[in-house]
């Protein structure tokens, strides 16, 4: 599993494709984390990669710059959100990973409040 995982090591952005209902399939370059053979993203928990991905769990990750500019190719893999105190563990990942970063964007958001879902990725 840790070959699978080579791809991500060093990188900052994962893209997440997910599906709509009629299969079109829909890229969104995010922030995430590795611990052991698991990928992590924090996003909203509203946001429309969490609703296609609570309806289809199949998914294909890849690691890309900001703009979603892969860097290497497509990984099939699924995903689900998860809860409870995984959340604040990887949102502590992400600060130790991203730093000031995160920091602003968590000040940012504390501007709108907003629910927030975690998302675990496994590799297919």
């Known amino acids: 599993m840790a070959e699978k995982l080579a791809p991500f090591v060093g990188e900052n ?54 703009s979603g500019r892969l860097h290497a190719g497509w990984l099939p893999a699924e995903a689900h959100v998860v809860r409870g105190e995984i959340d604040k563990h990887v949102d502590g990942l992400l600060r130790r990973k991203y730093g000031f970063q995160k920091a602003l964007f968590d000040w940012l958001g504390s501007l709108h409040p907003h629910e927030t879902a975690t998302v675990e990725i496994h590799l297919n």
């Open 13 to 66: 952005y994962l893209n997440l494709r997910t599906y709509r209902k009629n299969g079109e399939a829909v890229p969104t370059p995010v922030w995430f984390v590795q611990e052991g053979e698991r990928l992590y993203v924090r996003t909203g928990a509203q946001s429309g990669k969490v609703r296609r991905l609570t309806r289809t769990p199949r998914i294909d990750v890849a690691p890309c710059d900001y």
